[in-house]
């Protein structure tokens, strides 16, 4: 069973920094992508930035720049650097790992339990 627990979540000042961290259960590499989510109150879970097993990246519009993503196959973490945060991202921030089943295509997703991500004004 995979489990993937978040850490690195706070309290933060605006244009404050804060680093989460992702660690999974098993290897990494056995997950097609792997990437971040976060969901504000009354909000819809949004993506925040994805990395593929191959190492390559993607962000959402509002982060570029400012967030970055990273992984450690050794360690079996996922990482999002977070720089010049803003009131409005405060949010619960969710790791999330994607696995496609080879044989037929389909999906599995795996979530973590989230942590919080308080910005302050």
């Known amino acids: 069973q995979v489990q993937l627990v978040e850490s690195g979540g706070g309290l933060v000042q605006t244009g404050g920094s804060l680093r989460l961290s992702c660690l999974a259960s098993?290897?990494?590499?056995?997950?097609?992508?792997m990437g971040w989510y976060r969901q504000a109150p009354g909000k819809q879970r949004e993506l925040v930035a994805t990395v593929t097993r191959v190492g390559t990246t993607s962000y959402a519009d509002s982060v570029k720049d400012r967030f970055t993503i990273s992984r450690d196959n050794a360690k079996n973490t996922v990482d999002l650097q977070m720089n010049s945060l803003k009131p409005e991202e405060t949010a619960v921030y969710y790791c999330?790992?994607?696995?496609?089943?080879?044989?037929?295509?389909?999906?599995?997703?795996?979530w973590g339990q989230g942590t919080q991500v308080t910005v302050s004004s």
């Open positions: 999330n790992a994607v696995r496609i089943r080879a044989s037929d295509s389909i999906q599995y997703d795996y």
């Open positions: 098993g290897s990494i590499s056995s997950f097609n992508a």
